[in-house]
């Protein structure tokens, strides 16, 4: 290499920018005398970090070299991209096995994914308001929205995929890396939180080993600390694979999941008495029905006590 060293993605002089991001950190790297990272001082050939409470990208470059790797690592797992090899990303989910994210779909698998597809896209008299359902639909294949699964919703609906991103990273229903069978939800919004949720995610947290959006190394369970259950009357409540399950305290929670661990059948306080995996709660969302959405109540208890006093007193909804 000879003259000013250049970028090998964008071409520009190296000296005036490389730069390495993360969802919600990055990394610069700037040169003035020897190269320094801006964030830390330290020289460029050692490492230039930007970090984030959910993960970190790291730029490392060494001596000559003309390559550049990009990491990005969480609790949960890392990531490792190689611009020189078109955007091929290995994403390792916990100490036992790996899942990769780049590469496409076996064709078996995609001739399927095409024709559940295209059942969801005639829904629609746009084709691109097909994307979100699609999105649960790859998801419902890997168990998160993965590399090959934006690639294939982009093709789906001739969109960019740089679309296709933007939608599956605004959406927290949508998730970055491989969650577990039973995807556990506390919920630690205000009414849950007061009547015992943020003790409930504290604990079940500590139990399972596992933070927010992050599975087991066995793949079974996942957690997540979600905003608002829609079912204060119920509080504190946590949900699994969006099923509900009311009136928690910290105990039961604990059993709850040590009973999903070991296999034993458990059944949600409202709806289906069947509790499906985390893929198959994301195909029902694509919008292709398990038949279950009409068995179990769908309200109960405290939901209904408004409804009763109102039959009790001969209240009426005004006439339109």
């Known amino acids: 290499m000879s003259g000013e060293p250049t970028s090998e993605r964008s071409g520009q002089p190296r000296d005036e920018a490389a730069r390495g991001a993360s969802e919600e950190g990055s990394a610069t790297l700037g040169t003035g005398g020897e190269p320094t990272s801006e964030r830390s001082g330290q020289p460029r050939d050692e490492a230039a970090r930007g970090a984030s409470e959910e993960g970190s990208a790291t730029l490392e470059t060494g001596g000559e070299s003309e390559k550049s790797a990009v990491s990005f690592a969480s609790h949960g797992g890392s990531a490792t991209l190689d611009p020189a090899e078109k955007g091929v990303a290995v994403l390792s989910p916990g100490e036992e096995g790996s899942v990769t994210a780049g590469g496409s779909y076996p064709p078996e698998v995609r001739a399927r994914l095409e024709q559940d597809a295209k059942e969801i896209i005639v829904r629609y008299p746009r084709t691109r308001s097909a994307l979100l359902p699609l999105l649960h639909l790859v998801q419902s294949e890997d168990g998160y929205v993965s590399d090959r699964g934006q690639e294939f919703c982009a093709e789906m609906l001739g969109l960019t995929k740089a679309e296709v991103v933007g ?60 905003e608002c259950n829609a079912a ?16 928690q305290t910290p105990a039961s929670a604990k059993q709850l999941v040590d009973d999903l661990r070991d296999g034993k059948d458990v059944s949600p306080t409202r709806g289906p008495k069947k509790l499906c995996t985390f893929k198959e709660a994301s195909r029902v969302l694509s919008g292709l029905t398990d038949d279950l959405a009409g068995d179990g109540p769908s309200a109960a208890g405290a939901s209904l006590e408004g409804l009763k006093v109102a039959k009790a007193n001969g209240w009426k909804a005004p006439e339109a």
Not at 181 to 205: F, K, P, R
Not at 235 to 245: D, S, T
């Open 167 to 226: 939608v599956s990273t605004f959406y927290t229903m949508y998730k970055r890396r491989p969650m577990g069978d039973y995807h556990v939800g506390v919920c630690i919004n205000t009414l849950c939180a007061v009547m015992g949720g943020d003790q409930i995610w504290e604990e079940l947290s500590e139990h399972v080993g596992v933070g927010h959006d992050e599975a087991t190394p066995d793949g079974k369970i996942s957690l997540e600390r979600l």
């Open 232 to 247: 204060c009357d119920f509080a504190p409540v946590m949900m699994v694979n969006w099923e509900f399950f009311d009136n």
